[in-house]
């Protein structure tokens, strides 16, 4: 689940008086406009697409599958709006990910780098210029590090579900939440090493996928590598949710967000590799986190997609926030429900504000063709 599917995202960034903002910490550090860049190079300019060939170009690198090249239909036409229309689209092989990036895999890239996230950083009144009347009236106090977290004890007295602001009713802003401290500064990320890594912004992936010489996938080639070679399917193992009622993945069982059956057995996250991979060696694909791409978010964009190795749209809209830019979102989280955005679903679309990151949201890398074979033949491969 993540709430810019229905309103605009506000993430109440500084407590009490600030409640009202409509960005979080760091919108006020919004990257300028322009084309979404894939750190390594960009699928379409690798010349992996002239190769016929849809064996792996050397070894994989470690934790890394490799996702052959191929056409698959992009979309769904009983899905939301964004998803259609659905249309072909065909993609150079790559490398992708195994998993979501892990807290371990984090914590490596942390102690390599001094790398500090956004949402271990504390933000400054000129963050805010514009967005709030004066922003010298900001408390000193309410200037403090943190990130989203879903608040449990949200008052169910005045809780509706009028309107399409109602999720915002249900979420807080934790003052030191990071990915240390996933649910705040009393929490630790000790017991959960190899859960995927959270509260992390689009920001903070690319910074690691620079790290990791890889990049964050396109959109599409998020979508072709989560089907695993099934067509027109909901799901990456196929059609039916819990097949022979077993759960397939970590996500929200009941009426979201009155009542959590925990059926699955995971309030939160779980480990990376805890449910079968897809037939692409791919773990998580649904559910658990949501995972950032590399494109712009714009709700339109499948009407006039490229057909071959596109990277997203030039600019980024979401009408229910024109104003701020956005980056597409994959996979649902364990906050996804069946009577909310089904978000789980392969061909679910997102969006978030790129400097922003959440308590359920993550990420995967990609690494295209001929650079991951240059670095397995050099042993340098992470």
Not at 219 to 235: H, I
Not at 313 to 331: A, F, M, T
Request: hydrophobic share 30%.
């Amino acid at each position: 689940m993540n709430l810019t599917r229905y309103a605009p995202w506000i993430t109440l960034v500084v407590c009490g008086l600030l409640v009202a903002l409509t960005l979080s910490y760091g919108a006020g550090r919004r990257p300028a406009q322009g084309p979404a860049t894939p750190l390594d190079t960009a699928p379409g300019q690798t010349g992996a697409a002239s190769s016929d060939s849809r064996e792996p170009p050397g070894p994989a690198p470690t934790g890394m599958a490799w996702i052959p090249p191929g056409e698959f239909e992009m979309g769904a036409d009983d899905g939301f709006p964004d998803e259609q229309p659905v249309h072909r689209v065909i993609l150079s092989g790559f490398w992708l990910d195994e998993t979501e990036v892990t807290n371990r895999q984090f914590q490596e890239f942390v102690a390599a780098t001094g790398y500090r996230t956004v949402a271990e950083r504390t933000p400054k009144r000129e963050d805010f210029i514009g967005q709030v009347p004066d922003v010298n009236a900001i408390p000193a106090e309410n200037l403090v590090a943190g990130s989203i977290c879903y608040n449990p004890d949200f008052d169910r007295q005045t809780f509706h579900k009028e309107g399409p602001l109602w999720p915002y009713q249900v979420w807080q802003y934790v003052k030191g939440a990071s990915w240390r401290h996933p649910g705040g500064p009393d929490t630790t990320i000790e017991d959960r090493l190899d859960h995927p890594v959270v509260h992390v912004s689009h920001e903070d992936a690319q910074a690691y996928a620079q790290w990791a010489n890889k990049r964050l996938p396109t959109e599409a080639e998020w979508e072709y590598a989560a089907r695993g070679g099934l067509a027109r399917k909901p799901y990456p193992w196929g059609t039916e949710l819990c097949p022979g009622g077993e759960w397939r993945s970590n996500i929200w069982q009941g009426n979201f967000p009155d009542e959590n059956t925990n059926a699955d057995g995971f309030l939160t996250t779980c480990d990376a590799r805890h449910y079968a991979p897809n037939a692409w060696g791919l773990y998580g694909m649904s559910g658990n986190v949501w995972e950032w791409c590399a494109d712009y978010y714009r709700p339109d964009y499948y009407a006039r997609s490229p057909r071959h190795d596109p990277t997203g749209p030039l600019d980024s809209l979401d009408p229910n926030e024109p104003g701020v830019i956005k980056r597409v979102q994959r996979g649902g989280s364990f906050m996804c429900s069946d009577n909310y955005c089904t978000g789980y679903r392969v061909s679910a679309r997102m969006k978030g504000e790129p400097s922003s990151g959440t308590f359920h949201c993550g990420f995967r890398c990609a690494r295209s063709a001929p650079l991951a074979a240059a670095d397995a033949k050099a042993g340098q491969s992470r």
